[in-house]
């Protein structure tokens, strides 16, 4: 495991996961939503975006969480694990709520000087929230066929929290498990 990428619902945890990895194997971690909002929450240009996200998965070792369908096929291809964070809705929906307000009411800076904006985030249909609703049950039934493309991964599908603690705390820094993961 050299070159991993995270994926999983909005709030799911992919980025926390992600940058625990790399601690934890000593490799770069890149965040896929870093490289699309640009400040003012403006999308980056297409081109742009997958040139940021071609450059790190150039490199020999990597950590990247994101979902971007624009950029799958570097993601995927360059991979050589995937670590599918397919946790159930109602946890999902409650880590990202307090995440969601947690970040409104400090005005933690997300990426290049972005905020969440909480009135938008939990009340409009263009929010996190309805992303969210939106967006869970179809990454759940199309993640499998997705994956049956890239068949030289690696797929560690982690069911729970808990299930992902146990795996994280299994990886050695050589880069490999040193025990396989619990059921959840």
């Not at 998965?57 to 360059?78: C, E, H, I």
């Not at 000087?113 to 009340?123: A, D, P, S």
């Amino acid at each position: 495991m050299r070159r991993i990428l995270v994926i999983g619902t909005t709030g799911s945890g992919k980025t926390t996961l992600a940058r625990a990895i790399a601690a934890r194997l000593g490799v770069p971690h890149g965040e896929q939503d870093a490289w699309n909002h640009l400040p003012n929450w403006q999308e980056a240009p297409l081109e742009q975006f997958r040139a940021g996200v071609d450059a790190f998965t150039a490199q020999p070792a990597w950590v990247m969480d994101g979902n971007y369908s624009k950029a799958r096929d570097l993601g995927l291809s360059r991979a050589d694990t995937l670590v599918w964070l397919d946790y159930p809705a109602p946890v999902v929906f409650w880590r990202l709520l307090r995440r969601t307000l947690r970040r409104g009411l400090t005005r933690e800076e997300l990426w290049n000087g972005n905020r969440e904006r909480l009135g938008v985030n939990l009340l409009t249909r263009d929010g996190i929230l309805a992303w969210f609703f939106r967006t869970h049950w179809r990454r759940r039934r199309e993640t499998p066929q997705l994956l049956a493309v890239f068949p030289h991964l690696h797929v560690v599908r982690l069911r729970s929290p808990r299930e992902a603690d146990r795996w994280l705390a299994s990886l050695s820094p050589e880069g490999g498990v040193a025990r396989p993961p619990h059921p959840a």
